[in-house]
């Protein structure tokens, strides 16, 4: 058994593979629009799975889903957009000045857990999640304009793998207030994705979503091709399109594309993404993102950046 043992280990170091039971991820962004000078967003997350991963499938990146691996995940984010506001409105023929600092801050909790069950058709795949966001005007000029905010979410996905890494899911999200955010959105798909989802549900508070997702080799090369699609219809209806090349199982390249049919002077309402991320090791990603979000309507352009980093254990 011993000779087993090492036998195993040494494979396993000169193949590169190693499985893990754990991730830690922690990510920084910052949001660049043209009335908005101090806004970034910080955020960690906690994965568990309720067995090892075999990360020797395919892209690390995508390890947990090529394993259906079921797990539990616990997440927090922290956002600060803060503005100098110079201006002027005319009342009554008298003009008058605003000088003044728009100051909010956001605190997001979030819990998630996913399953996946093997049955004699198909695996059968369900997740729910609970978020909390904390909305505070730091001034009274910000509580005019951006009312101080608490509330609560609720998501249940069902679904199934209809073909091998091939995910379909419809769910039900309940969302109590509109600046109620989703945090794992946050933390894997950035803030600008959120939020366009918040002001697709808006006051309608109940959304369907509806998603797919394929993960699979390139025939007769080392790469793979990543795809996902999605759609959430509450108030209004906002669409996700995402595709990721993995060059090598370690590097993943990305495109997405979101798009919202809602009219806000607040939130940009289409957004264009580019993305990278790299195994250092099996066990050590980093990544960085960068998006451009177009503004109608009277809500400005808006440029996001993102870095983060994963650890596995």
Not at 42 to 69: C, H, M, R, W
Not at 111 to 117: L, Q, R
Not at 122 to 134: L, M
């Amino acid at each position: 058994m011993k000779k087993l043992g090492l036998a195993t280990a040494l494979l396993l170091a000169m193949t590169g593979a190693q499985a893990y039971q754990a991730e830690v991820q922690g990510t920084v962004g910052y949001y660049d629009a043209e009335l908005n000078d101090g806004n970034y967003n910080v955020g960690a997350q906690g994965t568990y799975y309720f067995k090892d991963i075999d990360t020797s499938k395919g892209p690390l990146a995508e390890a947990a889903f090529l394993n259906q691996a079921s797990s539990i995940s616990a997440g927090y984010n922290f956002g600060q957009l803060t503005s100098d506001i110079n201006s002027s409105v005319t009342v009554g023929g008298t003009t008058v000045a605003i000088n003044e600092e728009f100051n909010v801050e956001q605190h997001s909790y979030g819990v998630k857990g996913e399953t996946y069950i093997p049955t004699s058709v198909v695996p059968v795949y369900a997740s729910a999640s609970y978020n909390h966001s904390e909305t505070d005007a730091k001034n009274d000029f910000t509580a005019l304009l951006q009312d101080d905010d608490s509330g609560d979410r609720y998501a249940l996905e069902l679904g199934a793998l209809v073909a091998p890494n091939f995910l379909v899911a419809v769910g039900y999200t309940s969302a109590t207030e509109k600046d109620s955010l989703d945090t794992f959105n946050i933390l894997n798909n950035g803030l600008m994705s959120a939020s366009m989802e918040a002001r697709s549900i808006e006051k309608d508070n109940d959304a369907i979503t509806a998603r797919t997702k394929y993960v699979g080799p390139i025939d007769g090369t080392n790469m793979s091709i990543g795809f996902e699609a999605g759609l959430v219809s509450g108030e209004e209806t906002m669409y996700q399109l995402k595709s990721d090349l993995y060059v090598t199982p370690k590097l993943g390249l990305g495109l997405s594309y979101t798009d919202g049919s809602y009219k806000s002077y607040t939130v940009p309402t289409s957004a264009v993404g580019v993305n990278a991320s790299y195994f250092v090791t099996p066990a050590v990603s980093l990544g960085a993102s960068y998006v451009y979000a177009n503004g109608e309507y009277g809500a400005n352009d808006a440029q996001l950046g993102a870095v983060n980093a994963k650890f596995r254990f």
